[in-house]
T-cell receptor, first 113, second 114 residues
Framework: SQKIEQNSEALNIQEGKTATLTCNYT??????LQWYRQDPGRGPVFLLL?????KEKRKERLKVTFDTTLKQSLFHITASQPADSATYLC????????????FGTGTKLQVIP | NAGVTQTPKFQVLKTGQSMTLQCAQD?????MSWYRQDPGMGLRLIHY?????ITDQGEVPNGYNVSRSTTEDFPLRLLSAAPSQTSVYFC????WGDGYYEQYFGPGTRLTVT
């Protein structure tokens, strides 16, 4: 089965700076990779998807890269704001069926004013 | 649309008791799933369903049962609660879009088993 590693330590960053979160996976390379945001006491919310044939994807202040050789995705938030403080999860579909998804443990981001 | 709804929000059970966590979605999504989230473990898939009448096991199915009689509802049953089932439970629904599944999560049920 797929294993996903996200930095379990919280990431503290000053407001206005760029936050970079890492997602590393082992085993097979997935057809796509997703990033979700989770606020305390709430369910995850889908943010971005990047496919295996895409190097980079952008959405407003968010940017995701996907390196299938390194088996790594980077998630960037530019011009970070305190409202960006949350836990960010990466998720990959299983090779046995895309409806089965493996989630990373998430990285908690704290943006300091 | 209400999206994905879950009830109850909080529940305390004694060891050995049974209960059903309710999940409903109004987006006409074919696929629904149940996850549990524990500190340091991330979200783990319990059971999932690809349509009414079709269910399958996920990563951690033991101690849980599901059924899917309608597209909208996907209840999760704990037959005999154990302290190891203390967790936050999330229900999600999704549809097959442009070559991928995008999941919509409910607000979660926080379950404590004493």
């Amino acid at each position: 089965s797929q294993k996903i590693e996200q930095n379990s330590e919280a990431l503290n960053i000053q407001e206005g700076k760029t936050a970079t979160l890492t997602c590393n996976y082992t085993n097979y390379s997935p057809a796509y990779l997703q990033w979700y945001r989770q606020d305390p006491g709430r369910g995850p919310v889908f943010l971005l998807l990047i496919r295996e044939n895409e190097k980079e994807k952008r959405k407003e202040r968010l940017k995701v890269t996907f390196d299938t050789t390194l088996k790594q995705s980077l998630f960037h938030i530019t011009a970070s704001q305190p409202a960006d403080s949350a836990t960010y999860l990466c998720a990959l579909p299983n090779s046995g069926g895309y409806q089965k998804v493996t989630f990373g443990t998430g990285t908690k981001l704290q943006v300091i004013p | 649309n209400a999206g994905v709804t879950q009830t109850p929000k909080f529940q305390v059970l004694k060891t050995g008791q049974s209960m059903t966590l309710q999940c409903a979605q109004d987006m006409n999504h074919e696929y629904m799933s149940w996850y549990r989230q524990d500190p340091g473990m991330g979200l783990r898939l319990i059971h999932y369903s690809v349509g009414a009448g079709i269910t399958d096991q996920g990563e951690v199915p033991n101690g849980y049962n599901v059924s899917r009689s309608t597209t909208e509802d996907f209840p999760l049953r704990l037959l005999s609660a154990a302290p190891s089932q203390t967790s936050v439970y999330f229900c999600a629904s999704s549809y097959w879009g442009d070559g991928y599944y995008e999941q919509y999560f409910g607000p979660g049920t926080r379950l404590t088993v004493t």
